[in-house]
């Protein structure tokens, strides 16, 4: 399985983003796809994801402002967050389950910055 993430950037503090993640290389629905994302410290936390069964779940800090959605395309995945903070300031990647194995996308980096 192959992960590829876009739609990272510069973005004013109140601003929004939608990150994709595109999904190759399985031909049946991945049991879930997310996103963690990684601040400078180093410290990797989870945002949110996106079940086969079409179940989200969001990390407490981000719910209310963030949005996953899947497009027809089933295994493109996205992340729609609102209301930037400049501590949402990270790299973004996405993940994929599939029968026990997690894949991981390349990160997108998120800046939040006036």
């Known amino acids: 399985v192959q992960l590829q993430a876009s739609g990272g950037g510069l973005v004013q503090p109140g601003g929004s983003l939608r990150l994709s993640c595109a999904a190759s290389g399985s031909s049946t629905r991945l049991d879930m796809i997310g996103w963690h994302r990684e601040k400078s410290g180093g410290q990797r936390e989870w945002v949110g994801d996106?079940?086969?069964?079409?179940?989200?779940n969001y990390a407490d800090y981000m719910k209310g402002r963030v949005i996953i959605s899947r497009t027809n395309a089933e295994n493109t995945v996205h992340l729609q967050m609102n209301d930037l903070r400049p501590e949402d300031t990270a790299v973004y990647y996405c993940?994929?389950?599939?029968?026990?194995?997690?894949?991981w996308g390349q990160g997108t980096l998120v800046t939040v910055s006036s």
């Open positions: 996106i079940s086969k069964y079409d179940i989200i």
């Open positions: 993940f994929a389950d599939l029968g026990g194995s997690r894949f």
